[in-house]
């Protein structure tokens, strides 16, 4: 027999629905659209693989500080043993955040955040015993640090000043971070040591020129003038390279996508003398996902 809902809690539902779909689907620095986007890159990258994160310690390198706990939150939900949300950023705004968070945590109980969830097979017990975890309330009056449980943890701080016990990890996840690292080899020489043996690294890597973002310029401008958003912004290494130092630094690439485009012309035609000998890859790989294992 259909359960029969009277008309004014049919509003209020289509109400809470809005509101934690608009919280989990919206692409703003507090929806939790992007880390779900990431997830869903993983989970493409990855296919099934058992071992990927349930019941391992995964860090969130270079979390942000607009959205920091809401990828860790969500692996710690599908499974994660633990998480380490870290950054060289202090969060913002922590009271917003933490209401956030407690839409994004009833968005994925209730199957409504955009994550491909054939490829994560979570298990909807896991999901909900973890999520009992959290202090709801807490979290919807602003109270992120006492209301997030201890295995989910943030810190500020630079990846190679954790502990040895804060660094050890079975998956790394980072975003749009190696681009804006100005020491990538030492930092996943040190990710090296600190992987477990069955580990991942997942990282997805935007080789544009930022200023394509904030000024409207082409995502390869660098190549001909040699600016950036602000000196050291990132650290202009194009793709091969930072394949390189992947490998150099004994991790194997077990899969990778890339992003391509053709430059115009114009652009072509003007690059600087250390950017002419490029390769067309290097050229045309706009943004690359890679997933790692240690060698
Ligand atoms: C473009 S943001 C990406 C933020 C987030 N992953 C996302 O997808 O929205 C890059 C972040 O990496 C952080 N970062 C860069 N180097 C780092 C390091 N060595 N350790 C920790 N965080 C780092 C920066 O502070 C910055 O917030």
Known sequence: MQAVIDPPTVELRAGLV???????????????????????????????????????????LGCGATRPLTTSILFYLLGAESTLA??????????????SEYANILAILSGLAPVDWLRAQPDARVCRR???????????????????PSP???????YQDLSEEDRQFGLMISNSVFEHVNDVESLMACARKSIAVNGY????????????????LSPWQYLVDGGDHEPGYINKLRFSAMRSIFERTGFSV???????????????????????SLTDTDLRTMEAAFLLRPT
């Open 152 to 158: 989910v943890s943030h810190k500020v701080g630079r």
């Open 18 to 60: 809005d509101a934690l779909t608009s919280a989990a689907a919206r692409p703003s620095y507090r929806g939790g659209y992007w880390s779900f986007f990431t997830a869903g890159m993983l989970f493409d990258l990855a296919g099934y693989r058992a071992d990927l994160f349930i019941d391992k310690r995964v860090i969130d």
């Open 130 to 148: 973890k999520a009992a975890d959290f202090d709801l309330a807490g979290l919807l009056a602003g109270d992120l640090y006492s209301s997030i």
């Open 86 to 99: 870290l950054d060289l950023e202090q969060p913002t705004d922590i009271g917003a955040l933490a209401v």
């Open 201 to 216: 690294v997942y990282t997805s890597v935007d080789f544009r020129d930022h200023r394509a973002y904030s000024q409207s």
């Open 254 to 276: 077990v899969a990778c996508r890339t992003k391509r485009e053709t430059p115009p012309e114009a652009i072509s035609n003007a690059l600087l003398p250390i950017y002419r």
